[in-house]
């Protein structure tokens, strides 16, 4: 009994965890806030806004190149953060890692790289239904460009990919294959390393999103076969406008930069330049230091909680989320329903009560929740419906926050049920 | 504090739960389909123009209730107006609801439509009450092109 009720203790204190938070003290409309759009950006924590402060304040400065103190200190400080997201996803050195502007970023700089130099014409792209616009469009692209061709993996009713048909979608033909390792849209956890297993036995290389994933569960990218992985910073308790892409070493090495110009040189003349070496070879200009920075902040916050963690508390409240929701028998809710298949996103849809009026009613509630289509416009297709709400958690939100998520659909069915 | 109730007032929720002319048309002089991609919502607006004046106005639509409202008023508010009038309502409308201290507020012109000014409190739901009138002004301006052929 006793090592029963010791593992029933929730392994982390999240009241604690909520202080660390300002934002969460804030009231809208005299409520408090229930920050549930999680999937959209993330809440940071006083640690990452101080590190900002601290480095505007105390040793703003241009990284590379300088000898003065406040320069040195950036570029150490820089590197740092660099070594920190590369260990936070497992990438095998922190050359690996590139900073960008956010995951869309990452991606596309692997389209216009890697994938143009490889990607011909009679050549397959194998993606999934549940993409981001973000890690569909830039392939759109490509094949256009290219004269290649677009492939799905098919997905069950319930919202995971159709495993079976790997072996009729991924062939010699398959040149990369892009999946998302979260859906934003239907919580799906995809399982990439399989996916990773059936591309690279073809000879193709994989790219993982891993935008909804990276923030929430423990990411190793050498574990999952992941030949590129993109991520965002802002979505995982660091700023906005910084992100990553990690990319295998000796791919990187035989990639081209995609931005020429300052920083990314080795020696130039007026006839042409040679590049300088990795990461900088693809980091032309001036970066995001400052984010860069806090990122890594982002990242020791995050090890300090632990992603085991974090990945416990949000199933739990996942499946507490998802029991609460299956009593409102108004509501469909899409993706898995066992959470261990399932992230802490859960887009529901009630066809009388449209997302955006349950969005406007929700807010003067203090309540934060998205709806729309979610940049995944063909899913919602595919779903038969023109947008969801969606509620999508992080590790500070609580049971009590989904009671209130709860109380207040409630209260909007009442709002807005039809007079007759 | 804005409250709930100044965006959906009585009259907007009854326009939602009983749009009036809420049918596809089936011999339109001309159509516009409208999507808002912020939220997915689409409209199609048909109307049946004789001599330059809005004979009939119908539309189908999937939208939250503020677009399905606003939609359903319009098309009592433009029905019987010649086309440059019905353009002239536009204009007030829009303004309305994207304007404060406007003048329009008692405009009886714009007959049920003036209850939307609330929507002026709400900025991302201004362009839910706007569709409509974005894809009638298509189909207006599509009859134009197909008359001067």
Redesign the interface.
């Known amino acids: 009994m006793a090592t029963q009720a010791a593992s029933a203790q929730p392994s982390l204190d999240v009241a604690r965890i909520r202080e660390d938070f300002p934002i969460l003290n804030r009231m809208v409309?005299?409520k408090p806030l229930v920050y549930l759009d999680n999937a959209a950006t993330s809440q940071k924590p006083r640690s990452v806004i101080e590190s900002l402060v601290d480095y505007y304040e105390n040793y703003n400065a241009n990284v590379h190149r300088g000898v003065h103190s406040l320069s040195m200190e950036a570029t150490d400080a820089m590197e740092a953060a660099r070594t920190k997201v590369a260990k936070f996803v497992g990438a095998e050195t922190d050359e690996c890692i590139i900073w960008t502007r956010n995951a869309t970023e990452s991606l596309n700089l692997v389209a216009h790289t890697w994938a143009r130099a490889h990607v011909h014409e009679g050549d397959e792209i194998v993606t999934t239904p549940m993409e981001h616009h973000s890690n569909l469009v830039p392939w759109q692209e490509l094949a256009i460009a290219k004269g290649a061709k677009l492939r799905f993996l098919p997905m069950t009713d319930e919202g995971t990919l159709d495993l079976t048909a790997v072996d009729s979608v991924i062939s010699k033909r398959t040149k990369l294959v892009a999946v998302t390792q979260a859906s934003n849209s239907l919580g799906t956890i995809n399982p990439v390393e399989e996916l990773a297993q059936a591309a690279h036995a073809h000879g193709a290389k994989i790219l993982v999103d891993g935008a909804q994933s990276a923030p929430h569960m423990p990411v190793n990218v050498q574990d999952l076969g992941a030949d590129f992985f993109a991520f965002s910073g802002h979505k995982m308790m660091g700023p906005t406008g910084i992100g990553a892409l990690y990319t295998k070493r000796e791919i990187l090495d035989e990639m081209e930069p995609l931005l020429t110009g300052g920083e990314m040189v080795l020696q130039v003349t007026y006839e042409k330049a040679s590049w300088a070496d990795l990461p900088m070879r693809f980091e032309a200009g001036t970066p995001n230091i400052a984010d860069a920075i806090a990122f890594g902040v982002a990242t020791d916050y995050l090890n300090n909680l632990g992603m085991d963690n974090v990945r416990k508390h949000e199933e739990s409240l996942t499946e507490y989320a998802l029991e609460r929701f299956s009593q409102i028998k108004e509501f469909t809710v899409f993706g898995p329903r066992s959470v261990e298949l399932r992230g802490g996103i859960i887009s529901f849809h009630n066809e009388n009560l449209?997302?955006?009026?349950l969005g406007?009613?929700l807010d003067?509630q203090g309540i934060a929740i998205r709806?729309?289509?979610h940049c995944t416009?063909p899913l919602?297709g595919k779903l038969g419906v023109?947008?969801t709400a969606r509620a999508s958690l992080y590790v500070y939100n609580t049971e009590a926050e989904i009671d209130c998520l709860i109380e207040a659909i409630n209260g909007a069915l009442r709002?807005?049920r039809?007079?007759? | 504090m804005t409250d709930l109730q100044d965006l959906y007032q009585e009259i907007v929720m009854d326009h939602n739960w009983k749009p009036r002319n809420f049918h596809k048309m089936e011999t339109p002089t001309c159509s516009s389909h409208g999507f808002n991609p912020f939220c997915g919502d689409t409209i199609t607006v048909y109307a049946s123009i004789a001599e330059e004046i809005i004979t009939d106005v119908s539309f189908e639509a999937a939208g939250c209730s503020i677009s399905k409202a606003s939609a359903s008023m319009m098309t009592e508010a433009v029905k019987g107006l010649t086309i440059t009038d019905a353009k002239t309502v536009f204009s007030k409308f829009h303004e309305l609801v994207t304007q404060t201290g406007n003048a329009y507020e008692d405009d009886a012109s714009l007959g049920d439509l003036v209850v939307l000014a609330g929507v002026r409190a709400f900025p991302t739901r201004i362009k839910c009450a706007t569709l409509s009138w974005h894809a009638l002004k298509g189909a207006l301006e599509d009859e134009d092109t197909v008359s001067t052929e």
């Open positions: 409309y005299g449209h997302p955006h009026d406007t009613y003067r709806t729309g289509h416009m919602m023109p947008a709002y807005f039809n007079g007759s």
